[in-house]
């Protein structure tokens, strides 16, 4: 698809109707919403949390059927194993000749939008299984690899409440995760209107609006929005101040354990850079960055025992370094 100036304005609008699609179904949830969009147009992974009944699962089958891509759900048990999701090889006859060999059966990761529900209820071993497909997008089963569908978009929830019986997710694995998502409860205006809405006997239709196509040329063109040297230099000044080896905020060496990586600045940028898109500019603010900062930090800062203990977390963290941290001389 060719890059002109009406064809990005159609791309962006496609957007928005999207996610007037989902609002159908979905009542309130704007900034989740967003920030799955954003995701997806990042060409990144999220991680959704929120208690039972805040309409996670749904949110992500709503995305599924607005967009005109491939959807799979796979619900995580403890008995999961790799093979479950990954696929298997099966025996086959040749009728013909009569002779035997193995066919690798593709399992529910080979699609464009996969939801991986409750996925801190299954042991390492499957969640380490979605590793590989999650960085490289691709599957490797008895030596062979097998390329996945593209778009490939994962998003994962979890119940942050009810941990007997689960295995929490290794930081390795967290940082796979482009955005980390916090679902709330809604307002009371809100949730008189999810009331409203979901016990009566009309249920609005969800369209399909965008394209593996269409998606795959918004990933280009996030790639393409322009970030000014100053911000970029803001985003390590911000990643390296996470770190409480390198930091000079006092609430960092008091309540940090580990920093973020290097991948949390990728991460940064890339999501600032789709949010800008999906404003409509093509140039990251200072806005962006700070908006985004929480989603991308939120798994990757460690906080300390005392922190915990105190319920500090990550996000009053990345809020102290917000206001801290000087703002670049030519932010927007």
Same mark, same amino acid.
């Given at each position: ?80 194993? =790799? ?39 299954? =042991? ?61 409860? =809604?307002? &009371? ?11 009566? &006997? ?106 915990? &203990? ?17 703002? =670049?001389?030519?932010?927007?």
């Amino acid at each position: 698809m060719e890059n002109t100036e009406s064809n990005i304005k159609s791309l962006i609008e496609k957007i928005s109707s999207l996610k007037s699609e989902i609002q159908k179904i979905i009542v309130g949830q704007d900034s989740v919403i967003e920030e799955m969009l954003i995701a997806l147009m990042a060409g990144g992974h999220c991680l959704v949390e929120g208690v039972p009944g805040l309409a996670k699962t749904l949110m992500v089958r709503t995305m599924s059927q607005a967009l005109d891509l491939s959807f799979r759900r796979i619900q995580f048990t403890p008995d999961l194993m =790799p093979s479950d999701i990954v696929g298997t090889e099966i025996l086959e006859e040749d009728h013909t000749t009569g002779k035997r060999f193995f066919k690798f059966n593709k399992g529910p990761l080979f699609g464009n939008i996969i939801l991986a529900d409750e996925i801190n209820r299954t =042991p390492p071993k499957t969640q380490a299984a979605l590793l590989e497909a999650m960085q490289e997008f691709e599957v490797t089963y008895a030596g062979q690899t097998y390329a996945l569908d593209r778009p490939f978009f994962i998003l994962a929830t979890q119940n942050p409440i009810e941990q007997a019986g689960t295995y929490p997710l290794p930081e390795a694995q967290l940082d796979r995760f482009l955005l980390y998502i916090k679902i709330g409860y =809604p307002s &009371a205006a809100e949730e008189t209107r999810i009331l409203s809405s979901t016990t009566g &006997a009309n249920k609005p239709k969800v369209n399909p609006v965008v394209g593996a196509e269409e998606i795959t040329e918004l990933q280009r063109l996030t790639l393409q929005v322009s970030i000014s040297e100053d911000l970029v230099a803001f985003t390590s000044e911000l990643i390296r101040a996470t770190r409480p080896d390198t930091t000079t905020s006092p609430y960092i060496k008091e309540w940090v354990r580990w920093g973020a990586g290097p991948r949390a600045g990728q991460a940064l940028i890339l999501t600032s850079k789709a949010r800008a898109l999906l404003k409509g500019r093509y140039a990251v603010t200072l806005e962006d960055l700070q908006t985004m900062a929480y989603p991308v930090l939120r798994h990757r800062i460690l906080m300390n025992f005392k922190a915990e &203990a105190e319920n500090v977390t990550a996000d009053h963290a990345t809020e102290e370094l917000l206001n801290s941290i000087s703002r =670049p001389k030519n932010s927007m």
